[in-house]
């Protein structure tokens, strides 16, 4: 019980601190779970545990966002600005919605491969490093401003990080700054975008996992919700301010670091 509990506050602090950074959390916790090791007749239960913690880092940047949220609700009927930012928000949620519930199990069962993680992991990673050193000049500052074909464009660019690894934020992040967002609001509209789509991704993996559903361990799962919860929050109140200051390379730098630690033990485990 006691080694239970330690892993779900492991798995579900780096639920809540990778969630919403361009680090995928996807790939931190696959590589989590194999450094805690086997866990024979559970392995159902850990899968159903890591869609529900994801529940608290959802809840997090929900409860954050929801002064601006009915905002927009109420502006929606009477204001042009915030009605057409609604429907760009969803314009971008929804080629990742249908390409991910088309290919969901392809994606779980095929996809969900720690080599593809680590590789991922480290040119991800590169990838940020590269785009924070380029000398882009930035049209929008603000996610309201940017233009329709901007928000399909970024949806599009999404799918990419339906390959674990990639991170669903930093595709995000990096597609809008290629089209002329600066750091900030690009890191503010992976925000906006991670509501519709990760609601929806848990949804359909709570379907999924229907039957694998139980109370038996629910002091674990809390206690994992909990911690998602509480890390989120902070991890949402402090990157908007902290990528305007210093950028993207932390998090290149991070990534190449475990991917790399990663293959290493990839290859002296196998």
Not at 126 to 145: F, N
Not at 192 to 213: C, E, H, I, N
Not at 247 to 256: E, K, M, N, P, V
Request: net charge positive; charged share 15%; aromatic share 14%.
């Amino acid at each position: 019980m006691l080694f239970d509990l330690f892993k779900a506050i492991v798995l579900g602090v780096l639920e809540g601190l990778t969630e919403f950074l361009p680090v995928s959390s996807t790939g931190h916790l696959l590589l989590a779970n194999r450094l805690f090791g086997p866990d024979p007749g559970r392995e159902a239960f850990w899968n159903t545990f890591a869609v529900l913690i994801q529940f608290g880092a959802i809840l997090a940047l929900l409860s954050i966002y929801a002064v601006r949220i009915w905002q927009l609700a109420l502006g929606f009927f009477h204001s042009a600005v915030e009605r057409r930012f609604v429907f760009g928000v969803l314009l971008a949620f929804l080629p990742a919605a249908v390409v991910g519930a088309v290919a969901h199990d392809f994606i779980k069962t095929v996809l969900f491969n720690l080599w593809i993680i680590c590789v991922t992991l480290i040119v991800g990673g590169a990838v940020l490093l590269w785009i924070d050193r380029l000398d882009l000049k930035p049209r929008y500052d603000d996610v309201v401003k940017y233009t329709m074909p901007m928000y399909l464009v970024i949806g599009l660019a999404q799918i990419i990080s339906m390959i674990p690894g990639v991170s669903r934020s930093g595709t995000t992040i990096v597609s809008g700054m290629l089209l002329g967002a600066d750091r900030r609001s690009s890191a503010e509209f992976s925000f906006w975008l991670a509501m519709p789509t990760m609601l929806g991704a848990f949804v359909w993996d709570m379907y999924k996992s229907r039957d694998q559903l139980n109370f038996d361990n629910s002091v674990i799962v809390a206690v994992g919700f909990a911690v998602s919860f509480i890390s989120a929050w902070i991890v949402v109140k402090t990157f908007l301010g902290y990528v305007q200051r210093h950028g993207f390379a932390l998090f290149g730098w991070w990534r190449i670091a475990v991917g790399a630690v990663g293959l290493a033990l990839l290859v002296l485990t196998r």
